[in-house]
Nanobody
């Protein structure tokens, strides 16, 4: 059963913009912090941004000032607006629910297919 569905990726030139969407079930979305992650070939998956139920946000240093995470609680959807895209932003982007166990930073659900973002130079 698919619980998190990412969309909105594509091919864009450097300096361009994309908006990603993550649709979640109400049971997952309600009361949960949501996160956007990305993974490039040969790289570890990294947290790009996260947003709490009260819309407090945290961003990776590499995307600060360029990306904006937001959520629509009525639609059970989290967004990632990506501006001023760079080739190094090329990756598969995923959404999930982050949580911590001691010093470990984990996610609550299995990874989905994600959505491919490719930025050409």
């Amino acid at each position: 059963q698919v619980q998190l569905v990412e969309s909105g990726g594509g091919l864009v030139q450097a300096g361009g913009s994309l908006r990603l969407s993550c649709a979640a079930s109400r049971t997952i979305f309600s009361g949960s912090t949501m996160g956007w992650y990305r993974q490039a070939p040969g790289k570890q998956r990294e947290l790009v941004a996260r947003i709490t139920t009260r819309s407090n946000t945290v961003y990776a240093e590499s995307v600060k000032g360029r990306f904006t995470i937001s959520r629509d609680n009525a639609k059970n959807t989290v967004y990632l607006q990506m501006n001023s895209l760079k080739p190094e932003d090329t990756a598969v982007y995923y959404c999930n629910v982050p949580y911590s166990y001691g010093s470990s930073r984990l996610v609550l659900y299995d990874w989905g297919q994600g959505t491919q973002v490719t930025v050409s130079s």
